[in-house]
């Protein structure tokens, strides 16, 4: 008896340990790390989840705890420590999940969505579907995507069409597909994580770099460039991740609320992007910091001539149906 006993305490802790279910309480703790600011589409998201949980199941069910701007751990890392159980959901940009996932390069694409609408729209269908199926086999279960809009140019100084930024250095995600883009324009790049961006920018280290109006804002980025190409050129989303160990071991009725809600916590992070995206470009604009300017219709076209070869580099790998359905998104 002692010896069954014995064996059936080192299990429970065993699964306690890995699965972060915290037995004597009876409730499961769930750890949501991501990298920007609790103002952000992201933040008011992954704050907004926290909330529906603790409205639907209380903290003696489930216990979610958020950790914001990287204070667990960052964009680079949190691929490792989902596989490792050492955090439950993150919702790193697609961007990280590239290298595991090529076909998810589709969403660094230039001038692929003529909106972020056109994108929701997009990952709501069957591509959305078959796309978040992509990270299974790399140990990943993908819960769903998030958006935080279109992506604009800032430099130190006024420039607005392609050849203007020519030799310049620009800080990009860890993207393969953003390093051809911006040298499609003959300009450089430096990989680093969006916390070290405010340094680049003070230290000079980079003439400029890309980023969604509500980033722009709440990192205040826009106070250390003097000029923003209102360019639209690029989607920022995010998919949210978790272990398919973890979630599938869940009983399967707490699984269908913490499903629902993220789902409403996703259009929910959704609908905060649409409307940051117009009131944070106009706190950019009445900042005074900086120069934002607009392109007409010639200047676009210019932009997205340039910038199509890109598209053409990374057909084979991506698939022309899924570059094709995507940029038809309306």
């Given at each position: 008896?002692?010896?069954?006993?014995?064996?059936?305490?080192?299990?429970?802790?065993?699964?306690?340990?890995?699965?972060?279910?915290?037995?004597?309480?009876?409730?499961?703790?769930?750890?949501?790390?991501?990298?920007?600011?609790?103002?952000?589409?992201?933040?008011?998201?992954?704050?907004?989840?926290?909330?529906?949980?603790?409205?639907?199941?209380?903290?003696?069910?489930?216990?979610?705890?958020?950790?914001?701007?990287?204070?667990?751990?960052?964009?680079?890392?949190?691929?490792?420590?989902?596989?490792?159980?050492?955090?439950?959901?993150?919702?790193?940009?697609?961007?990280?999940?590239?290298?595991?996932?090529?076909?998810?390069?589709?969403?660094?694409?230039?001038?692929?969505?003529?909106?972020?609408?056109?994108?929701?729209?997009?990952?709501?269908?069957?591509?959305?579907?078959?796309?978040?199926?992509?990270?299974?086999?790399?140990?990943?279960?993908?819960?769903?995507?998030?958006?935080?809009?279109?992506?604009?140019?800032?430099?130190?100084?006024?420039?607005?069409?392609?050849?203007?930024?020519?030799?310049?250095?620009?800080?990009?995600?860890?993207?393969?597909?953003?390093?051809?883009?911006?040298?499609?324009?003959?300009?450089?790049?430096?990989?680093?994580?969006?916390?070290?961006?405010?340094?680049?920018?003070?230290?000079?280290?980079?003439?400029?770099?890309?980023?969604?109006?509500?980033?722009?804002?709440?990192?205040?980025?826009?106070?250390?460039?003097?000029?923003?190409?209102?360019?639209n050129h690029g989607y920022l989303g995010y998919m949210l991740i978790t272990n398919p160990?973890?979630?599938?071991?869940?009983?399967?009725?707490?699984?269908?609320?913490?499903?629902?809600?993220?789902?409403?916590?996703?259009?929910?992070?959704?609908?905060?992007?649409?409307?940051?995206?117009?009131?944070?470009?106009?706190?950019?604009?009445?900042?005074?910091?900086?120069?934002?300017?607009?392109?007409?219709?010639?200047?676009?076209?210019?932009?997205?001539?340039?910038?199509?070869?890109?598209?053409?580099?990374?057909?084979?790998?991506?698939?022309?149906?899924?570059?094709?359905?995507?940029?038809?998104?309306?």
């Amino acid at each position: 008896m002692r010896s069954f006993a014995k064996t059936l305490g080192l299990i429970t802790f065993s699964i306690s340990m890995t699965f972060s279910v915290i037995v004597d309480a009876s409730s499961i703790k769930l750890r949501f790390s991501h990298n920007l600011s609790e103002d952000t589409p992201k933040g008011q998201m992954a704050t907004h989840f926290q909330a529906l949980i603790k409205q639907r199941l209380g903290d003696d069910k489930v216990l979610v705890e958020v950790y914001p701007n990287s204070s667990l751990y960052d964009d680079f890392q949190i691929v490792d420590k989902i596989l490792d159980n050492s955090v439950e959901i993150a919702a790193p940009s697609i961007s990280k999940l590239m290298e595991i996932a090529p076909r998810l390069k589709l969403f660094d694409l230039p001038f692929l969505f003529v909106s972020p609408e056109a994108a929701d729209n997009f990952l709501k269908g069957e591509y959305g579907e078959r796309l978040l199926r992509l990270v299974q086999r790399n140990g990943l279960l993908g819960l769903g995507f998030l958006n935080n809009g279109l992506k604009q140019l800032s430099t130190n100084f006024p420039a607005k069409l392609p050849q203007d930024l020519r030799s310049l250095t620009f800080r990009i995600k860890d993207s393969d597909v953003l390093q051809t883009q911006f040298e499609q324009l003959n300009a450089y790049v430096i990989r680093k994580p969006i916390a070290d961006i405010s340094k680049l920018l003070d230290s000079g280290e980079i003439d400029g770099q890309e980023n969604t109006w509500s980033n722009f804002y709440a990192k205040k980025f826009y106070k250390y460039q003097k000029n923003i190409i209102e360019s639209n050129h690029g989607y920022l989303g995010y998919m949210l991740i978790t272990n398919p160990s973890f979630w599938n071991e869940l009983p399967s009725d707490i699984r269908t609320v913490l499903e629902q809600s993220l789902s409403d916590a996703i259009e929910y992070g959704n609908l905060i992007a649409a409307k940051r995206d117009i009131s944070d470009k106009k706190k950019v604009i009445n900042g005074g910091f900086t120069l934002v300017q607009t392109l007409s219709n010639e200047e676009r076209k210019l932009w997205v001539d340039t910038l199509r070869p890109v598209w053409k580099k990374y057909e084979d790998l991506i698939g022309s149906d899924l570059i094709n359905a995507a940029a038809s998104s309306r």
